[in-house]
């Protein structure tokens, strides 16, 4: 045996030594949401404005069983501040489902049918974005009624075409616009609904969308 060959076999038996001389390596359990915040309770408070007191009183149920059996959180509606409060339990398995859960009650506050907000629950690149026609284009009057009808269209049509199109969900209330879906689809949404405030035909706005949709159906 050669002395090259010599020192590596004994450097493979001080390897070999030391492997079996260290400790195991310690498996700790994931933290808890309590845990994280040394045991205290975490608090989220969303305001339900006055024309949305009604309906949630009628889907109470729907929006409080997936919060509380699902996402393991508290939520009770504070009738003297007509807030809905909802705060972290023990059990809570992540700190960031309180925060799901906010954004969840704060989409139905705006307008969102639950089908559509429970998708914040589920997902986690989902994101509500809101913008005015205002911040767009200054209209008045008669000018800014027709561009909420274009926004629409007759019977809901463009609305729903830019939805469908783009896997958003579209909520025109008065001058604000609210939409619901991916990040990039959202701004694929918001530029389409851009277009049509300042005056662009429906017609040219579809044929815009299908030109884009079929740009993002070929990469992915």
């Given at each position: 045996?050669?002395?090259?060959?010599?020192?590596?076999?004994?450097?493979?038996?001080?390897?070999?030594?030391?492997?079996?001389?260290?400790?195991?390596?310690?498996?700790?359990?994931?933290?808890?949401?309590?845990?994280?915040?040394?045991?205290?309770?975490?608090?989220?408070?969303?305001?339900?404005?006055?024309?949305?007191?009604?309906?949630?009183?009628r889907c109470w149920m729907e929006i409080y069983t997936p919060i509380y059996e699902q996402m393991k959180i508290d939520i009770r509606m504070n009738l003297?501040?007509?807030?809905?409060?909802?705060?972290?339990?023990?059990?809570t398995p992540d700190v960031s489902n309180l925060q799901k859960c906010a954004d969840f009650v704060h989409a139905f506050m705006l307008g969102f049918d639950i089908a559509d907000a429970l998708a914040?629950?589920?997902?986690?690149?989902?994101?509500?974005?809101?913008?005015?026609?205002?911040?767009v284009k200054t209209l008045r009057g008669e000018h800014l009624s027709r561009a909420i009808g274009r926004l629409s269209g007759k019977g809901g049509k463009t609305k729903f075409a830019i939805e469908n199109s783009t896997r958003t969900r579209i909520v025109v209330a008065d001058t604000k616009i609210h939409i619901l879906g991916s990040f990039l689809n959202i701004k694929i949404a918001r530029d389409s609904l851009c277009s049509l405030i300042l005056g662009s035909p429906a017609g040219k706005v579809y044929s815009k969308l299908r030109a884009v949709t079929a740009r993002l159906a070929e990469k992915y």
């Open positions: 045996m050669t002395t090259s060959e010599a020192a590596h076999a004994v450097g493979m038996e001080i390897e070999k030594a030391t492997a079996a001389a260290a400790p195991a390596r310690p498996q700790f359990e994931a933290l808890k949401a309590h845990e994280m915040s040394d045991g205290k309770v975490q608090f989220r408070k969303v305001a339900v404005p006055p024309h949305r007191y009604a309906p949630l009183k003297k501040a007509r807030k809905v409060e909802l705060k972290t339990r023990k059990d914040l629950l589920r997902l986690d690149d989902l994101y509500v974005d809101t913008f005015e026609i205002k911040d």
